[in-house]
């Protein structure tokens, strides 16, 4: 059985940090890359940040130069260090995986919620 199982967020006010975690099981976690996407209210969600199966990594331009995404295939988890958190940045964050082969292979967390507010 294939989880992914996000973790660390929470409410923080601007220009604070997070790290958000998720913990796969149930695939070789080093054959995916590993997407973090996030929904606002009342918004489609959107990909925050890629990390390839071969650590390659991409942002949206929302992101760039303040978070940071990183994988660690001994442990089967993937991290994204949010700094100078902004409100725009509120949102359920969720953690995907996608084979780098089979992309019917495609599979994703339950959400964690990021709050921003003073």
């Known amino acids: 059985q294939v989880q992914l199982v996000e973790s660390g967020g929470g409410l923080v006010q601007p220009g604070e940090s997070l790290r958000l975690s998720c913990a796969a099981s149930?695939?070789?976690?080093?054959?995916?890359?590993m997407n973090w996407y996030r929904q606002a209210p009342g918004k489609q969600r959107e990909l925050v940040a890629t990390v390839t199966s071969n650590s390659s990594t991409n942002y949206a331009d929302s992101v760039k130069g303040r978070f940071t995404i990183s994988r660690d295939n001994a442990k089967n988890t993937v991290y994204l260090q949010m700094n100078s958190l902004k409100p725009e940045d509120t949102a359920v964050y969720y953690c995907?995986?996608?084979?780098?082969?089979?992309?019917?292979?495609?599979?994703w967390g339950q959400g964690t919620q990021v709050t921003v507010s003073s």
């Open positions: 149930g695939i070789i976690f080093s054959a995916y890359h």
């Open positions: 995907n995986g996608k084979h780098r082969v089979f992309r019917r292979l495609d599979y």
